[in-house]
């Protein structure tokens, strides 16, 4: 990675700490599952707004679910919903392929941008997704459930498990074994510990895997190694490369995601 790239994370980080620290911003934490939740709004309401160009290296990973699903249901058109829009690149494409394309996330401003390229879109979250019972042939989830506490996540999959169709799909990625502690920051108004991402899982493969239980049954299940290529000078360039090499002959290392696909069995 580049000096220069890595000042631009450094500022990044530095301007989230700031815009959750701020005194009109830091809520003192005394309600912790709802300060929780208007801590990650922040943080996501940031990066989807104000700094969007960071989810550009998301495309890679993205594009996998992508063509994962069009392989499907290449002969249909499948109604779909991606939640946590992030630049609605995700979107884009679907809508592109003619797909029938809806999106969920916490932030009014992401929704309305989204609206204006003409992409329909509501505001709310996982837990409680305002669409109704049986209504989408695929559910896109990537780089979201990191992000839940155990209690949400049950309550978020359950919801998912509601409105997709019998033999539905959910189709997703979570960071491989991301080590929590080393993405931490503290606030330097309050003292509050937090992870810069809003991250609260880790999970490996077996982890990831019990979680999901009633109707919702584990179709594919693998760690992939996403590149993003146009992003690395030609040193990221060679450790990319041997990275990708050695994941594909099973040895995994730092920044590998766990692909899946869990179907609805009624």
Known sequence: ?????????????????????????????????????????????????QS?????????????LFRQVLAIYSHTKPRVLNIGVGNGWLEQKCMEQAWETYALDPSETTIALLEQRGIEGKVGYIEQIPYPDNFFDVVFCSEVIEHLSSEQIQQ??????????????????????????????????????????GHQQSFNTHSLAAIF??????EKLKVIYFVSWSSLNWKGVISALLKKCLSLIGLHGSNGNIFFISKKFV
């Not at 815009?19 to 005394?30: D, E, H, P, Q, R």
């Not at 919801?159 to 990625?173: A, F, H, P, Q």
């Not at 239980?213 to 584990?218: D, E, H, P, T």
């Open 52 to 64: 969007s160009d960071i989810f550009l290296q998301s495309a890679p990973r993205l594009n996998y």
């Open 156 to 197: 978020g999959l359950y919801e998912i498990e509601r409105i997709l169709k019998n033999s539905g799909l959910l189709v997703g990625t979570v960071p491989f074994k991301e080590n929590l502690f080393n993405s931490q920051v503290i606030c330097p108004d309050c003292g509050h510990i937090f992870h810069k991402w």
């Open 1 to 49: 990675m580049s000096l220069w790239k890595i000042r631009q994370k450094r500022l990044l980080m530095f301007q989230v700490v700031k815009l959750l620290s701020s005194k009109n911003n830091c809520t003192g934490y005394s309600n912790a599952s709802v300060n929780k939740k208007m801590q990650q709004d922040k943080i996501w309401d940031y990066f989807q707004v």
């Open 213 to 218: 239980s009633g109707n919702l049954k584990v």
